[in-house]
């Protein structure tokens, strides 16, 4: 794995990402204006179909997580590593893969950032995403 | 008036049998069932079969063996709680007056490990967020945040349920352990270690009901209650992978229960017993609030007096739960029923909580569905 830029690569999902912005793409329904990640055509609150693409916060703070340390069926990277929620300005909690130096030392409430992640090696690389921690809270 | 009586119930133990396909597991613990209630497997106008591995038509396989007598048969797959809502369905066939004699089966082979969890897309499952555990891991941080608990609460849960199991010869582990070597076992998903969590494995349960006035010593069914978890409820067994900031509605298991209630007539505080979703020490912890066994913040409390342990107040999964039986996911909803009713007819031997009359089972699965089903024994 590499946290390095490589936004050239195959996303592991479609319409997760707004490449360029560098951010999780939501969908915001253009009818009641309410927000989820992933994109998708319809609408959980009123049922539209008029959903518009809209970048997610590219900093946030973490409601809760864990650390997995043991590779689930299907998982392209290595364990032990961190998943959890992370809380965004615009009144979202998104699951998310964590990154941190040190895991162990995660906590809830870290300020976290948007990065890239890649998944897997060569013509498997895929291009993913994780919320980086930024310092430890109190 | 007519009452919904539980005429019968059968297990096939909980654990792992080699080759033995899951289908005839399903057909020893219905002959049980219909043993325990004195019919005849032609008696049974329909069949109610909960799974999530079995493949297609698993109650039309099991007609095959045991006998094609024609009736409708109906395969209900609702992930952990597969078996609550066979039930439950099983009960609505009576009450309608569509039936008057239903069995309800349930019934899993698993593979060893993590659980495929096709409950996600597979994107996720290849950026490893497909991890049922750690949904159950998320709920238990943020519960140790809010109210306190910390990781010996988490393990007295399980030190209570595994000393419950040496008493159930049904259990997949029958073994005390103490309290430090829960804390010294190998951690699994932060702060979930692995013997906080259950294990999926293999078995069968089923149970015969029945539409008829029920009478003295008759276990009779009283309440129900099945719901489907909220978006703005609290991070849970629903396993949402994305959520609003305002997430204060009740939980399914709450909504769930409080119609169950409603139903029956009583409230948690009459309850002599409960078999719940312990998928881990943390579910338990919860699910003794939303269930209403105690105040909000007062589980930890509640457990560490004993209440919930076997000659406490209220013993919760005397039968072992799921942490020592092992979870099967469509026959484990089945497998509370079976301990219930066994515990409300006074035949659990040493694990018997004396003169139980009233006893419930919450089962809760993948998408938050949860079912909540109340026994009285008349």
Known sequence: MSSAPQTALPPIGSDLFDVGGGSLLGGRCRDCGALRFPHRGFCGACQGTGIDRAPLSRQGRIYTFTIVRHPPPGYRGQAPYAIGYVELAEGLRVMTTITAEDLESLQIGDLVAFDWLVLGEGEQARLSWCYRRLEASG | ?378
Not at chain 2, 20 to 45: F, G
Not at chain 2, 144 to 169: P, Y
Not at chain 2, 346 to 354: E, I, T
């Open chain 2, 1 to 378: 008036m007519s009452d919904i009586v539980v005429e019968g119930v059968g297990m096939h133990p909980f654990g792992r049998f080699g080759a033995k396909p899951a289908i005839e597991m399903a057909c020893e613990a219905i002959l049980e069932a219909l043993h325990d209630a004195c019919i005849e497997w032609r008696e049974i106008e329909a069949i109610y079969c909960a799974h999530m591995y079995a493949g297609t038509g698993a109650g039309q396989r099991i007609c095959a063996i045991l006998g094609q007598t024609g009736i409708p048969v109906i395969n209900v797959e609702n992930a952990c709680s597969s078996g609550g809502a066979a039930a439950i369905l099983a009960r609505q066939a009576l009450a309608s007056g569509e039936h008057a004699t239903v069995l309800a089966v349930g019934l899993e082979k698993m593979p060893r490990g993590f659980m495929d969890m096709d409950y996600f897309e597979p994107w996720r499952q290849h950026i490893g967020h497909a991890v049922n555990p750690a949904q159950f891991a998320f709920a238990s941080r943020r519960l140790m945040h809010e109210q306190g608990i910390t990781e010996r609460h988490l393990a007295l849960v399980a030190e209570k349920n595994h000393a419950h199991s040496v008493h159930n010869d049904k259990a997949m582990y029958r073994k005390r352990f103490t309290v430090d070597e829960i804390l010294a076992s190998p951690m699994i998903v932060d702060p979930l270690r692995l013997l906080m969590l259950c294990a999926p494995n293999e078995g069968a349960a089923a149970a015969v009901l029945r539409r008829r006035a029920a009478r003295p010593g008759d276990v009779r069914l009283i309440g129900h209650g099945l719901k489907t978890a909220t978006r703005d409820q609290p991070l849970g067994e629903h396993m949402p992978t994305d959520s609003p900031l305002r997430s204060d509605q009740p939980s399914v298991t709450r909504r769930a229960a409080d119609q169950a209630f409603a139903r029956a007539a009583i409230g948690p505080q009459d309850l002599d017993v409960v078999e719940m979703q312990d998928t881990d020490s943390g579910t338990e912890l919860i699910n003794m609030t939303e269930l209403g066994l105690c105040e909000r913040g007062a589980a930890a409390t509640m457990l560490e007096s004993g209440a919930t342990r076997l000659g406490g107040r209220l013993p919760v999964n005397p039968s072992g739960g799921l942490l020592s039986k092992g979870e099967p996911v469509g026959a484990s909803g089945l497998g509370q029923i079976y301990e219930v009713v066994n515990q409300l007819r006074d035949r659990c031997g040493q694990r018997q909580v004396p003169g139980a009359r009233l006893g419930l089972t919450q089962a809760l699965g993948a998408g938050g569905n949860c079912s909540v089903l109340v026994f009285e024994r008349c």
